[in-house]
C-alpha cells in the first residue's frame, strides 16, 4: 500500500476509536513508521550494493510484523499514567496502533507481512489488492468518504486543536 492509504486508514480507524488529537496524529506518523523504519536500515547499509538493493531485501521483514505493534499498544494501555503522563500515553497508543494498521494493510497485498519476526519466509498475505492498483485507490476512496461522512466534524475539530497546538 501507498503512504497515503496508510495514513488515511490509520486517521479514519483512530478517529473511529475515539483517540484523543494526540493519538490521532501518532497514529498517521505510526502508519509510516514501518516503511521508515526499512529505509533507515537501508541506509545504514555499505553503499556498494545500492540502498534499493539493501532497502527490497529489508522491506516487510521484522519492522511488519504485527507483534511489535501489538506490544507497543499493549505497553501504553499497561504502563502507568505516571510514568508516561497522558499525553505520552496517548503518542505511544497512537504509534503503535498506527503501526498495527500498517501491518493489517500490507496483509492485504499479494506481498504479504511475516508470520514471526525475524524470517521472511512464512508470509501471510490476503491477495486482495497490490500497491497502486485501482484496488488500492477505490479501497482509498471508501476510507476518506466514510470517514469524512462520519466524523467529518471530529476531524475538523482535532485539526484546529493541533494547529493551536503547533503540531501541524
Known amino acids: 500500500m501507498k503512504w497515503i492509504t496508510h495514513q488515511a486508514t490509520a486517521v479514519a480507524a483512530a478517529v473511529a476509536l475515539h483517540l484523543p488529537a494526540a ?3 501518532a497514529a498517521c506518523a505510526g502508519a509510516v513508521l ?3 523504519l526499512d529505509q533507515r536500515m537501508a541506509g545504514l ?3 556498494r550494493r545500492g540502498r534499493q538493493k539493501i532497502f527490497n531485501a529489508v522491506h516487510r521483514g521484522t519492522t511488519h510484523w504485527f507483534g511489535w505493534w501489538l506490544a507497543l499498544c499493549a505497553a501504553a ?3 502507568p499514567v505516571a510514568e ?3 499525553i505520552g500515553r496517548d503518542v505511544l497508543l497512537g504509534l503503535g496502533f498506527g503501526g498495527l494498521s500498517h501491518v493489517v494493510l500490507d ?3 499479494p506481498s504479504g507481512v511475516p508470520l514471526t519476526p525475524f524470517s521472511r519466509k512464512n508470509k501471510f498475505s490476503l491477495k486482495l489488492c497490490s500497491t497502486g492498483s485501482l484496488g488500492e485507490y477505490c479501497f482509498l476512496a471508501c476510507v476518506v468518504g466514510l470517514t469524512w461522512w462520519f466524523y467529518g466534524e471530529d476531524l475538523l475539530r482535532m485539526t484546529r486543536h493541533l494547529a493551536r497546538m503547533k503540531m501541524l
Open 107 to 109: 496483509m492485504l497485498t
Open 34 to 36: 514501518p516503511d521508515v
Open 77 to 79: 494501555l499497561v504502563l
Open 23 to 25: 493519538g490521532v496524529a
Open 45 to 47: 547499509a555499505p553503499t
Open 84 to 86: 508516561l503522563g497522558p
